[in-house]
């Protein structure tokens, strides 16, 4: 079983940095894109940044454009954020589209969410 594992959540004042981490536990054989979406109460989940299997193509949310990157390695993709904004405050989600594992294929992987709080 393929699980999204995540971590780097955390409280930052505004203004601050913090990088997240997903890596895709199990024996990986390929993954095609990567993301990360976030969601707070009451909204629905929303795309931050995509990157795609090779890594050369990203795509961001206008809201941080120029304040995050996101970059992977094989099966691990991370999200540098910085100069965080009190609206960056959200759980963020790791996504993984197109993963397969020996015999298994997932189409569609959702990890289990980090807390991402920003002080003003």
């Known amino acids: 079983q393929v699980q999204l594992v995540e971590s780097g959540g955390g409280l930052v004042q505004a203004g601050g940095s913090l990088r997240l981490s997903c890596a895709a536990s199990g024996s990986i054989f390929s993954v095609n894109e990567m993301g990360w979406y976030r969601q707070t109460p009451g909204a629905q989940r929303e795309l931050v940044a995509r990157?795609?299997?090779?890594?050369?193509i990203t795509k961001y949310a206008d809201s941080v454009k120029g304040r995050f990157t996101i970059s992977r390695l094989e099966s691990t993709v991370l999200l540098q954020m910085g100069s965080l904004e009190p609206e960056d405050t959200a759980v963020y989600f790791c996504?993984?589209?197109?993963?397969?594992?020996?015999?298994?294929?997932?189409?569609?992987?959702w990890g289990q969410g980090t807390q991402v709080t920003v002080a003003s």
């Open positions: 990157i795609t299997r090779d890594g050369g």
């Open positions: 996504n993984a589209r197109g993963v397969r594992s020996g015999y298994d294929y997932y189409p569609n992987l």
